[in-house]
């Protein structure tokens, strides 16, 4: 852009290059490096012309030719200098008649339209007849400028520019108009152009009508960035559209160009003159002068914005600009066309008008632009929209035998037409009225292009006239092209309705809507473009990653920051992912390796463009942020996989770009806050998704613990623990889930009912106490001894009935119906072989290392005391000579112990750089003064040894000093040490706070000892010139005199008499006669005296009284601000303590000592022998763990989401609904009157709006009358077709258990559930079911289980979607609760059995081919299949078989059940495999888990996977062999069924059905179902939801 600008620059070759003033500087081709000369590469030099020079870059607008200076003008920005003339005077000219010839009725007027006066001075004079290109020259002049216009609102200055007519006609002079909107007038690029056209003189518009047309004139350019053209005139449409755009702001207003003629132009002797003015701002006058009221033209409107005068050389001649205008319209449209070539669109707007405004809409249509008629508006707007209405559409062939539709008129409504045109037009002509009629049959017969708008229509007017430029898009591109436009002018709603229903899109091009959606930052249309079902993954690639940063808005924080990454040049943005790596590490402070900075990928990233991302919507969520997209960044977190990780990811990089932005040079305070807010809302949505999925911890308990432990891949294998620690999430960490999780950190294996007390007592008595507590055992331990139990107990029948008496040590055994309170035999061997685990529990536990901390460190306290406040001389030695004593060689050591303990805490710290290590560690103030107290102990110790000791321990003078600094050293290293005591009060929930409070408050009081200081030496230093006036030396005893003393009177101690003695002793120097009464006898000292009590008495009043009570006040109010906050950062703390001592050594200090020398010693071997240093072992990322937490993780962040937006609708939609019910209340008090007035029986819907009313008021409603019957349908309830009997394909009947009782956690002491497992599992192939469970059987439940038989290998996954299911003696227990049987029944398998749910969708369509609708969305259609056994609909589905993947089990059991696969031949087999192949790629994951399936056992239980592929447009799955199998299956029937409450679906299937609606935003009518329920204490029914 900067290459075509310099080729601009040296159009003109006029300038010869002896006048050239300043030097040229053009960029090498090859290598863009600017340079006047660059040698090697053959760089021209030319001269550059004094009238341009640049200076400052700006934003610019791009596109456009080479030719064309918008597209090479980016960065820079055109000046003139001072002493050169102005571009537009050299480059926009206009015209002026140069031969005067006068017309036949008047000599002193030119045939021009112009008087003597209005030419120019020296104008020829000829006779005959004017031509305006032989009679008219162009000319320079200062025409050009802003306007002032005086009578109106001076503060709007338009531009406006005088222009020849014929400038729009050749190409040259074209360039130059689009150089004059892009560089001068700095406009940026338009998305639509609307040009309104009509009456030119004032008309009546009803109210409404204009009201409606101002309003949506003005909402459809805001919302497009469109320009307005109108004639600019102070008249007729054109003071319309000028009204309406008059309430906007002109700080962001809209682009008003009004296009009018020079000659009509009243008062335009003031906008400019031939001459040379310094002149840019012009008054002009609006008001009519008494002489000149009969002159013909208008003035010009106020409320434009920009105004071009087209001057062809005639005067008071209208209409010369409409070919100037509509050329102007049409090559702009050409110029920003679209980068698949398609035409910037524009339309026509017709408001009343003339005759000649049907042939001006007439010509727009033809050049296949829309045009929107407002009807009502009067004359040629109703005469057009009154054809339109009552003409006919047929359909026709165009020239390229296309079929078509057109409008024609019959006789009769051309004798109708013709009728109004004449009431409309009384003056007209009868060749004027043919020619408006013909001109009217033209119009309607495109009637693609023409759009009426009403006054009685819906819609408002700005949706109409986007929706009329939508119908006007040329046929063949309308999908596409209409969307893009949708997208251009950010109008979801538009799409959605009038584009989305009836658009088929390939996946390419859903690709490359999504692309240019996501390019704009237009969120809803990336919501509208991803339900479509694209694949995202398939879409995210490498390159396109590397285009969306490429295209990041310039104005981002974050884009200067990459640009210095990429060290770009001016002007170039040429960035890779490399750059993007960079930054994130250096965002997230090197807590993480990005793939995208290694060596590898930067010797392979060409190789690399095509591969897709894992995670696409985690990484979009980080690209939405950097580029400040932040709606769009929530749209992609609500799809992402890792939604809490992601959540913090986005908090930390919105801080990081707060930061940027607050110390920004051009700061930007609205920003901030945008930044703040959009910080705390993803650390809100962080919090609030493990909030939920800590409150579904009855749904399994275990699980929030897994989501909080597992490590992320994506961001360095950090769990959310520590990614919350990186990143400062306060709110985060300060929560109850990761609190709690951190308590049972901090216990270990303890049990939790032991105190802190009892604890501390075990810790005192090693090995044995830790053998009097209680522990949690581990999961492995616990099926060990499960195991052993089972084993003792199945000879003598016995079962064990609950797991909690094993970890108890207590055992509830169940032997022939009698309960027995022992502990077996085989328990007791077993937990006495686990005596060192226990010890191990117990000292490894972070609460059992710290409590050892604090224990040891009081004691090296203790010790430290001892030795500073008794003599060396009074300390044990070992030997005589020895210098140092036993104390001391203690202290020692265990100062040299926390050494080792201090780098690995900085060796094992999340960032992976070392610089960043190191400020991680210095940041903490309690390392700081470890660090500093072992420094200055070390140093004494050290120099203690040079300190010569004679006389029982006293140094001789010579050794003084330095035994006075050793002295000194020790004790400043003990006033660290006991400044680092506080920080075991951190933990504890009543001390934690207010060490936070302490912390805050010194701050406030460094501040204020900053204040006191300067009263404080304002005071010392006066009252030190007053006592010694004499003072001759300047030592430190000086400066102490100054401030110690005035410090201690803030505290009270006054000390008069110090002041008298202080001034005998300064004003007697050596004179033994002299003393205070002597002085104050003395005028001088009298008066030295009274100025210093008077200067105490200030000095006390301010400090004492004024700052010690600000300091009080400060202090208060610091209190109330962070009290709440206290807790926070308590909490955080908290979190830090305790992760630091879970890495923590158990072994203290400073017995730990020997273990880091035993690990150094080992290091040094190694080195030694040559060995390969020690790796870091990253762990292997468990797929099926971190399946099931993401499944977690994303039904948290599903529920958390829709509890806020039921919470937002309750509040707004309460106020709204209650007056509503109140108003349908009264109407049907006054229908009841009137019913009982004419003796009817009352409705019985009143009651019922009664209790409507009294529900929405918060009160409760009783009912009083019947409802009307309703739809029966299934009530959802929990575990209900599980308990169903009799069990299926049997006389089998479950033991009936009630709602209540479902849950394991009730007691049940009646339960007693029906053994049964069919015979056709029993006698079914070893290879395909489980076994029974017998002594011998070894079944690894929770695991994916495999076995090999017969040399073959079988793969079963025995997890659940729903984590860990507790196992009962060698038998699982269903996870969901009772159902009344045991065995496995018809299942094949023990616990989980796998399936897997096609769900099969399409839209469905009406004769017509149109997708149906519902309540304004579309309904759904999915393949059903009616089941034998239940007479129930189902989704096609089926178990997932050993060593069978579930993707292969999905089109497996689609194929057999659906298209009766197994029915046909080999042929159609073969078929069908290839078209499932082809159709079966992306698919959405709906549902994982549990299925309340009728074949469920309290052993045995189906999990499914619910996957759902859609048929958006209609032609994928059409064409499907939907066919019924055989008599031997168990289905009877498929087809086709449209989601309805009206049909009886299959276990929950009801449920996948309508998740289904919801990712598809389709019509779901099982929401809104509803059943009917009996109120049996009054014996009524009432409808509930």
């Not at 694209?534 to 490429?550: A, C, S």
Request: charged letters at 25%; one cysteine or more.
């Amino acid at each position: 852009e900067y290459k075509s600008y310099l080729r601009w620059l040296n159009m003109d070759a006029s300038v010869p290059a002896r006048r050239a003033r300043y030097p040229r500087r053009l960029p090498c081709e090859p290598c863009d490096y600017l340079h006047p000369r660059h040698k090697g590469h053959g760089v021209r030099m030319r001269p550059l012309k004094p009238q341009y020079l640049l200076s400052t870059p700006r934003q610019g607008v791009r596109g456009g030719d080479e030719d064309s200076i918008s597209s090479s003008m980016s960065s820079f920005v055109l000046h003139p200098p001072k002493t050169a003339l102005p571009w537009i005077h050299k480059a926009i000219q206009f015209r002026v008649c140069n031969t005067f010839i006068p017309t036949d009725k008047d000599l002193n007027k030119c045939q021009c339209g112009g008087c003597t006066e209005e030419h120019v001075p020296g104008v020829k004079t000829n006779t005959g007849t004017w031509y305006q290109k032989s009679n008219t020259v162009r000319r320079k002049g200062y025409f050009f400028g802003g306007i002032k216009f005086v009578d109106e609102d001076a503060t709007h200055q338009p531009d406006f520019v005088r222009i020849d007519g014929g400038y729009m006609d050749y190409r040259s002079t074209s360039n130059k108009v689009f150089e004059l909107f892009e560089i001068q007038w700095k406009l940026d690029r338009p998305n639509l152009l609307i040009s309104v056209t009509g009456g030119a003189q004032d008309f009546v518009c009803p109210p409404e009508l204009e009201r409606r047309f101002k309003r949506g004139l003005v909402r459809a350019a805001k919302s497009t960035n469109a320009w307005i053209f109108t004639g600019g005139t102070n008249t007729g449409v054109m003071k319309l559209v000028g009204e309406a755009v008059r309430g906007t702001s002109f700080g962001s207003q809209i682009i008003t160009i009004g296009v009018a003629t020079w000659g009509i132009v009243k008062n335009r002797e003031e906008l400019g003159s031939l001459e040379q003015r310094n002149k840019s701002l012009f008054s002009y006058h609006t008001k009519d002068c008494v002489q000149r009221s009969n002159e013909k033209g208008a003035f010009l409107d106020p409320n434009h914005t920009h105004f071009m005068l087209v001057d062809d050389g005639t005067q008071y001649a209208y209409g010369k600009e409409i070919h100037f205008r509509a050329t102007l319209e049409q090559k702009l449209s050409e110029r920003y066309a679209g980068e698949d070539g398609t035409t910037l669109p524009q339309i026509c707007i017709l408001v009343e008008g003339g005759p000649n405004s049907v042939r001006t809409v007439l010509e727009t249509i033809k050049l296949n632009n829309p045009a929107l008629i407002i009807a009502g508006s009067g004359r040629a707007a109703d005469v057009i929209a009154h054809a339109y209405k009552i003409s006919t559409l047929e359909e026709a062939f165009n020239s390229d035998g296309d079929r078509i539709k057109i409008r024609s008129l019959s006789e009769d409504s051309q004798d109708s037409v013709e009728q109004l045109i004449r009431t409309k037009f009384p003056n007209i002509k009868e060749e004027d009225k043919n020619n408006v009629l013909k001109w009217c049959i033209e119009v309607i017969k495109f009637d693609k292009y023409v759009t009426v708008y009403e006054l009685s229509d819906s819609k408002d007017f700005d949706l109409a006239l986007l929706a009329a430029i939508i119908r006007g898009i040329p046929a063949g591109t309308t999908s596409i092209a209409s969307m893009r436009l949708a997208i251009t002018w950010n109008r979801p709603l538009l799409a959605s309705n009038m584009i989305l229903p009836f658009a088929s899109f390939s996946e390419k091009d859903l690709n490359n809507l999504l692309k240019y959606a996501i390019t704009s930052d237009r969120t809803e249309f990336i919501k509208m473009i991803l339900d479509q079902g694209i694949d995202m993954k398939h879409f995210l690639t490498h390159d396109m990653l590397v285009h969306f940063y490429i295209n990041m808005n310039e104005n981002c924080i974050v884009h200067k920051k990459l640009r210095k990454l990429a060290s770009c040049k001016q002007g170039d943005f040429n960035i890779d992912l490399r750059h993007v790596g960079k930054l994130m590490e250096f965002i997230l402070e090197g807590t993480y390796r990005s793939d995208f900075t290694t060596q590898d990928y930067a010797e392979k990233k060409d190789d690399l463009r095509d591969n897709t991302f894992e995670n696409p919507y985690d990484v979009m969520v980080v690209y939405a942020v950097l580029s400040e997209a932040h709606d769009t960044a929530k749209l992609f977190w609500s799809r992402c996989k890792t939604p809490i990780a992601t959540a913090l990811i986005a908090y930390k990089l919105n801080i990081f770009l707060y930061g940027l932005q607050k110390n920004s040079l051009n700061q930007d305070e609205e920003n901030e806050l945008i930044l703040q807010e959009w910080a705390k809302e993803f650390e809100r949505l962080a919090t609030g998704t493990m909030r939920q999925c800590y409150k579904d911890r009855n749904y399994d308990t275990d699980m929030w613990k897994e989501v909080l432990s597992l490590p992320h891949k994506s961001w360095g294998n950090l769990n959310l623990i520590d990614l919350s620690q990186t990143v400062h999430a306060m709110e985060f960490t300060a929560q109850s889930a990761v609190q709690n999780w951190l308590s049972d950190v901090w216990l270990g294996d303890i049990h939790s009912t032991h105190s802190t007390l009892h604890v501390l007592i075990a810790a005192l008595i090693p090995v044995l106490g830790p053998l009097t507590l209680r522990y949690t055992l581990t999961t492995e331990l616990v099926e060990e001894l499960t195991e052993q139990q089972n084993e003792a107990g199945n000879e003598a029948g016995i079962k064990l009935k609950d797991i909690s008496a094993v970890e108890e040590g207590l055992d509830d055994l169940e032997v022939d119906g009698q309960l027995h309170h022992h502990e077996t035999r085989t328990v007791a061997n077993l937990r006495k072989r686990h005596v060192a685990e226990k010890l191990k529990s117990f000292y490894t536990a972070p609460k059992v290392k710290f409590t050892q901390y604090v224990i040891i460190y009081l004691l090296f306290i203790g010790t430290f005391v001892y030795t500073l406040l008794v003599g060396d001389q009074k300390l044990p030695v070992l030997f005589a000579s020895q210098r140092y004593s036993i104390l001391e060689l203690v202290l020692l050591l265990y100062v040299m112990s926390t050494i080792p303990i201090e780098i690995k805490q900085i060796k094992e710290s999340i960032p992976s750089s070392l610089r960043i290590k190191l400020l991680t560690y210095v940041s903490d103030f309690f390392n700081v003064l470890d660090l500093l107290g072992a420094l200055l102990f070390i140093i004494a110790f050290i120099l203690k040894g040079f300190v010569q000791d004679v006389d029982d321990g006293v140094p001789v003078r010579g050794n003084f000093h330095m035994y006075n600094t050793v002295h000194l050293l020790r004790i400043v290293s003990f006033l660290f040490y006991c400044f680092r005591t506080t920080q075991m009060f951190r933990i504890q929930s009543k001390m934690g706070p207010k060490i936070v409070m302490i912390g805050k408050m010194l701050i406030d009081l460094v501040f204020f000892i900053f204040l006191m200081l300067v009263f404080l030496l304002a005071f010392g230093v006066a009252a030190q010139s007053l006592m010694r006036p004499n003072n001759s030396k300047f030592t430190g005893r000086t400066i102490f005199d100054v401030v110690f003393k005035p410090y201690l009177h803030v505290f009270g101690e006054l000390a008069l008499d110090g002041y008298q003695d202080e001034m005998t002793e300064g004003h007697c120097a050596n004179d033994a006669n002299c003393n205070f009464d002597t002085i104050y006898a003395d005028n001088l000292g009298q008066i030295h005296y009274y100025i210093l009590m008077a200067t105490l008495a200030i000095y006390l009043m301010m400090v004492n009284i004024l700052l010690v009570n600000l300091l009080i006040a400060i202090f208060s109010k610091t209190y109330e601000d962070i009290q709440q906050e206290s807790d926070t950062i308590w909490k955080v703390q908290r979190a830090g303590m305790i992760i630091e001592y879970q890495k923590l050594s158990a072994i203290p200090q400073p017995f730990s000592l020997l273990k880091h020398m035993w690990q150094f010693l080992k290091f040094i071997s190694r080195l030694c022998s040559n060995a390969c240093m020690e790796r870091v072992l990253v762990p292997e990322e468990d797929e099926s763990r971190t399946y099931r937490v993401s499944m977690i993780e994303a039904e948290s962040r599903e529920e958390f989401l829709s509890n806020i937006e039921s919470a937002d609708s309750d509040s707004q939609n309460s106020s709204k609904a209650i007056a509503e019910l109140k108003e349908q209340l009264l109407l049907m008090k006054s229908m009841l009157q009137a019913n009982i007035t004419s003796g009817n029986s009352a409705a019985t819907v009143v009651p019922d709006t009664a209790q409507k009313v009294k529900k929405a008021e918060g009160k409760p409603a009783r009912p009083t009358t019947a409802i009307s019957q309703l739809t029966r349908i299934k009530p959802l309830r929990v575990h209900c077709d599980s308990r169903r009997s009799p069990y299926p394909a049997c006389d089998v009947t479950r033991f009936p258990v009630p709602d209540d009782k479902v849950n394991w956690t009730t007691r049940f002491k009646d339960y007693d559930p029906v053994q049964y497992t069919a015979p056709e599992v029993l006698n079914a192939a070893s290879d395909e079911v489980d076994p029974q469970i017998t002594n011998d059987t070894r079944i690894k439940f929770n695991k994916v289980d495999k076995t090999t038989k017969d040399s073959k290998t079988w793969t079963i996954d025995r997890t659940s979607y729903h984590g860990q299911y507790q196992v009962i003696n060698g038998v699982p227990k269903n996870p969901k609760g009772r159902t009344g049987m045991t065995g496995r029944g018809l299942l094949y398998r023990w616990g989980p059995n796998h399936a897997a749910d096609t769900v099969v969708t399409r839209w469905k369509r009406d004769g017509n081919d149109k997708i149906v609708m519902c309540d304004g969305k579309p309904v759904i259609e999915f393949v059903a299949i009616l089941r034998k056994d239940t007479n129930e609909w189902a989704i096609p589905g089926g178990r997932v078989k050993p060593n069978e993947r579930v993707f292969d089990a999905i089109k497996r059991e689609f194929s057999e059940e659906a298209l009766a696969k197994l029915s046909r031949s080999i042929a159609e087999q073969e078929g069908i495999s290839i078209m499932l192949q082809e159709h079966f790629n992306l698919g959405i994951t709906i549902y994982k888990g549990y299925v309340d399936d009728p074949r469920n056992t309290d052993n045995a239980w189906i999990e499914t996977i619910a996957v759902n592929y859609h048929d958006s447009t209609g032609t994928s799955f059409s064409h499907f062999p939907l066919k019924a199998i055989g008599d031997d299956s168990n289905s009877m029937g498929v087809q086709w069924i449209a989601i309805d409450h009206n049909i009886d679906l299959y276990a929950n299937h009801e449920w996948i059905l309508e998740k289904v609606c919801y990712h598809r935003d389709a019509y779901n009518p099982i929401k809104e179902m509803k059943i009917k329920r009996k109120d049996t204490e009054n014996n009524l029914w009432m409808t509930v939801t």
